[in-house]
């Protein structure tokens, strides 16, 4: 493995369950540092790049504020802004970019697009979305969780909707890493990718966690600590034709108070990872309610991207 590659974060499988546990044990230590008003600048000097070739809110916010944080500077790349595959290859820009940042961020399309930057860049390269993954959101979901369970093993984490994309990917493998029972309560046909799945199924065998598919919402929320869903059209997939006829499949997977109900667990939570819209995947009484714990999930990105920088500055 090169040093890149060692200090690289792409993909929840570049780390070990103990690894994983580790950055969150962090990310709560800093989490406590901040809010006590220390501010170490363990950073100072490092220029970050953040590449963004999609839209963000929270991804972008907190890589921007963790970077501050801790010292270093940030310098915003909008897709359209860089000849980023345009006039200029990946390759060359990846290697351009290396010469002048200590590390760069990326959010957009494709996983091989961050496995090119991080290859070529020489420096450490940070995952903030792909179509494939999204392992930073799903290291705050699991941070979330242990702070309100007090662990994570064990824990069944039921995803509702659509669970064949980024978050869902990411989400099943991290609680897998953490010997968690993840549930996707989806139609067959949008049940998390295969490959993800065996990723999955290789951590439970270490972890005594577990993976389940079920079509049967109420049958699958049974005994639920954690409901999980996400809009059911996802970013970059809004024009396309049969938009409609995915809504409609996915409608009887909405998180509503009945659904909450059928878990028949009493502390059983909310998580969503953003942006919602309501009335559609989730309603506005569960949305609001006391269940629902989005906007610690969302803080608990901050904190856990901040722990991700400060891991790939210092390995190597």
């Known amino acids: 493995m090169t040093i890149r590659a060692a200090r690289s974060f792409l993909s929840l499988a570049d780390i070990s369950p103990l690894e994983l546990r580790e950055i969150i044990q962090h990310a709560r230590a800093l989490k406590q540092e901040k809010k006590l008003g220390h501010f170490p600048q363990r950073l100072k000097h490092k220029n970050v790049a953040l590449i963004f070739e999609k839209l963000s809110t929270r991804t972008r916010c907190s890589f921007s504020v963790a970077c501050r944080d801790e010292g270093a500077n940030v ?44 290859e070529l860049s020489g420096v450490p390269v940070w995952n903030a979305l792909t179509d494939e993954e999204h392992p930073t959101q799903a290291i705050a979901d699991l941070m979330t969780l242990e702070e309100r369970f007090s662990h994570l093993a064990g824990l069944r984490v039921v995803y509702v909707g659509d669970a064949a994309n980024n978050v869902a990917n990411s989400l099943m493998v991290g609680c897998a890493m953490v010997g968690a029972h993840f549930v996707a309560a989806a ?36 005994g639920a600590d954690a409901l999980y869903t996400d809009v059911w059209v996802s970013m970059g997939f809004e024009n396309e034709p049969n938009v409609q006829q995915r809504i409609e499949t996915l409608r009887p997977y909405q998180v509503n108070a009945s659904l909450m109900k059928a878990t028949e667990v009493e ?3 909310f998580l969503h990872c953003l942006p919602a819209n309501k009335e559609m995947e989730v309603t506005t009484e569960v949305f609001e309610s006391g269940k629902s714990l989005i906007f610690d999930q969302a803080e608990n990105r901050l904190h856990t991207i901040k722990a991700l920088l400060l891991r790939g500055f210092s390995a190597g």
């Open 75 to 118: 310098e915003f790349l909008g897709g359209n802004e860089i000849h980023f595959g345009k006039k200029e290859s990946l390759e060359d820009t990846a290697r351009v970019l290396g010469r002048f940042f200590d590390g760069l961020v990326y959010r957009g399309y494709a996983q091989k697009t961050a496995q090119t930057l991080a």
């Open 187 to 222: 139609p067959e046909q949008y049940w998390p990718e295969k490959a993800y799945a065996e990723q999955a199924l290789k951590f439970c065998k270490e972890t005594g966690g577990s993976v389940t598919f079920e079509s049967n919402p109420h049958k699958a929320v049974l």
């Open 267 to 269: 502390h059983s939570i």
